[in-house]
């Protein structure tokens, strides 16, 4: 793993500066951008200079080399999961306090759309023909496809029912 993940002689100096000290940067950032409601691209340039600070402090600390592109992607790649994630973790929670009447938690990363207020796939009320005959209308009544013809008496002409 050294040399293709890390430089240091040790693995734990990587885990320390990249996974702890720029990890938990890159979630804040994650989490900032989410909470000033930036998009992901101005978040995803954020972390490409803060990959620019962890291989500083790499330099600076341990002497890795600064300008290192693969040690950069490697270390760019660690922090864009963490502050992508950091974001989703954010955003979602906002979405399910701040609009609690319309959203709802569906795991920790993601939510969905209250059940009252989703499109309802069923059909639209039945439709109701209405015939007129001496002292009586008869309807053809459709619910589900199935027919249903009725009578009802009535003193008037024409009457207008609802199904």
Not at 31 to 45: C, E, H, I, N, V
Not at 68 to 90: A, C, E, R
Request: contains cysteine; hydrophobic residues 45%.
């Amino acid at each position: 793993m050294q040399g293709i993940l890390h430089e240091e002689p040790s693995i734990w100096q990587f885990f320390f500066v990249t996974c702890l000290l720029g990890g938990w940067a890159a979630w804040m950032t994650g989490k900032a951008s989410a909470q000033t409601w930036r998009s992901l691209p101005a978040l995803f340039a954020y972390l490409l200079v803060l990959g620019i600070g962890i291989r500083f402090i790499h330099h600076a600390l341990f002497g890795g080399t600064m300008f290192s592109l693969q040690y950069y992607v490697v270390d760019t790649i660690v922090l864009m999961i963490l502050g992508f994630v950091g974001y989703q973790y954010t955003r979602t929670n906002q979405m399910v306090t701040q609009y609690n009447w319309l959203y709802e938690r569906a795991s920790i990363l993601s939510w969905n759309r209250k059940l009252r207020f989703r499109t309802d796939p069923t059909p639209a009320p039945s439709i109701a023909v209405i015939v007129p005959t001496p002292n009586s209308i008869r309807f053809a009544h459709t619910t589900d496809g199935s027919p249903h013809v009725g009578t009802s008496v009535v003193r008037h002409r024409w009457v207008f029912a609802e199904c």
